[in-house]
């Protein structure tokens, strides 16, 4: 009989070797070291990391304030194609503070789409940007007679107005007393304009030297400003071209309170009557105590002061003009082909919003705005009176405008109006707008163009009011 058992003998040795190779089939595998060592690095990292992190934090944030210091410190380069200023007096000393002297773009997303607010022309077509021709005006009206002492004394009823009731309605020797029903007059309009329009008497104040007048006697395109009562510092116009540099007068109208107080803080006029790139035209005996209405004067009343001026820029004292003026008449009136730009209101389009907001902020008396109020709603002004789609309520800081008869009479109704009423011209500039009804190519342009055109400081003290 067969076994089929087989039988393998193994010695002591192989025994051994053949444990030792099952052993060696069973043994786990080893962990690579390199990997190991990675880890071991990750670990040591976020160990540093989470020990230094204050510190690590602290760095980008002290280079980010170092860089800020530098850069505020640093002075703005001009836009290119435009020259730096080149003084004809005493240089005024720049300062870094605020908006002073900046020149960079301001814009705004239309459409999706970021643009400047203000489109001026390239710098080298600025360089070549003349004025106009002289063009018949196609307007109705075509001449303007303004109302003096010569003419006929002013009698309401069968009573000659009395020096008191001129003082109460604060009407004067310098304005002259329109009487309700001249008022009413001024508005109807005909070839040849017959309207006050201030400088009503040789004695009625506002008086500047000859030399004075005869300087603005030869301007064409005038840029002016004012501070009465010491209330402003003087801000040099910048980004103009050389061709503007030619054929524009800079003309700030100061009282001897404002002299004085710009002379204690070292701005002197010098012998050419000029600090910087300004005219300096002291006005002596102004005809109001309100410093604020004095102040209207050269607002709207430049074609009185500049007689053969074609075009002029009205900016107030509290900010600095920083555009080209023949670039800046060639955006807001040629190209649009207006005859006055100002700057719509940036809160309210409603006249009577904004009386509520003057009397609110305490900028008016209660009584005299309800009595403006009441004249103007009694002659029918709607409560939201719009202008061409747009806001009709102007903030009246920069306005820009050809002297043409129909425009210097729309200047002269509004500024009887501030007079009558009261000093804050943005209530009565709808009304007269929409009283002369035959002035339409007007550009109320945005708050931004306005913020374009201007850097604004804000009123650097109070005006000090007249004391005689």
């Not at 020259?83 to 005493?90: A, C, D, H, I, L």
């Not at 000029?274 to 050269?298: A, E, S, T, Y």
């Not at 800046?328 to 940036?346: F, K």
Request: glycine share 6%.
């Amino acid at each position: 009989m067969f076994n089929n058992s087989v039988t393998i003998s193994v010695s002591d040795n192989d025994s051994d070797d053949l444990a030792g190779k099952m052993r060696v089939r069973v043994r786990r595998k080893r962990k690579k070291s390199g990997f190991r060592g990675r880890n071991e690095l990750a670990q040591r990292f976020l160990r540093k990391l989470l020990r230094w992190w204050p510190f690590l934090l602290f760095l980008p944030a002290a280079g980010l304030l170092v860089f800020e210091a530098s850069r505020i410190g640093r002075k703005p380069s001009p836009d290119p194609g435009l020259v730096s200023q080149k003084n004809s007096g005493p240089v005024v000393e720049n300062k870094s503070e605020g908006n002073l002297n900046r020149l960079d773009p301001t814009t705004r997303v239309v459409r999706g789409v970021r643009e400047r607010c203000l489109k001026l022309l390239p710098p080298e077509e600025l360089q070549h940007l003349d004025i106009p021709t002289d063009k018949e005006p196609s307007n109705p009206v075509k001449r303007m007679a303004y109302i003096s002492e010569n003419d006929t004394p002013y009698i309401e009823g069968n009573i000659t107005l009395s020096q008191q009731h001129m003082e109460a309605t604060r009407f004067n020797l310098f304005t002259g007393n329109q009487t309700l029903e001249q008022r009413e007059k001024s508005f109807k309009v005909s070839e040849t304009a017959s309207v006050h329009c201030g400088f009503y008497s040789k004695s009625g104040g506002f008086t500047i030297s000859d030399e004075d007048k005869n300087y603005l006697q030869t301007c064409k395109v005038a840029v002016s400003t004012c501070a009465f009562g010491g209330g402003d510092d003087l801000y040099q116009p910048i980004g103009m071209s050389e061709e503007s540099l030619k054929k524009v007068c800079y003309v700030a109208f100061w009282d001897e309170i404002t002299l004085a107080a710009q002379e204690a803080e070292g701005r002197r006029i010098g012998e050419n009557q000029f600090i910087g790139k300004w005219r300096i035209v002291i006005v002596r005996n102004l005809p109001f105590r309100d410093q604020r209405l004095n102040g209207k004067i050269p607002k709207m009343l430049s074609h009185r002061l500049f007689p053969h001026a074609r075009y002029s820029i009205w900016v107030d004292s509290k900010s600095q003009f920083r555009r080209d003026p023949l670039g800046v008449l060639e955006a807001l009136l040629w190209r649009p082909n207006s005859v006055l730009a100002i700057s719509e209101h940036g809160a309210r389009s409603s006249v009577y919003d904004e009386a509520k907001a003057v009397v609110k902020k305490n900028k008016a008396i209660p009584e005299e705005v309800e009595v403006q109020l009441s004249q103007y709603h009694q002659d029918g002004l709607p409560e939201d009176k719009r202008f061409n789609g747009k806001k009709a309520l102007a903030e009246a800081s920069v306005i820009i405008r050809e002297h043409t008869p129909l425009t210097n009479l729309f200047m002269c109704l509004w500024f009887n109006e501030v007079v009558r009423f009261t000093s804050r011209d943005q209530l009565s500039f709808p009304y007269v707008l929409w009283r002369l009804k035959v002035l339409k190519n007007i550009n109320i342009f945005p708050v931004c163009t306005r913020k374009d055109l201007v850097n604004s400081m804000g009123h650097i003290r109070k005006a000090k009011p007249l004391t005689n």
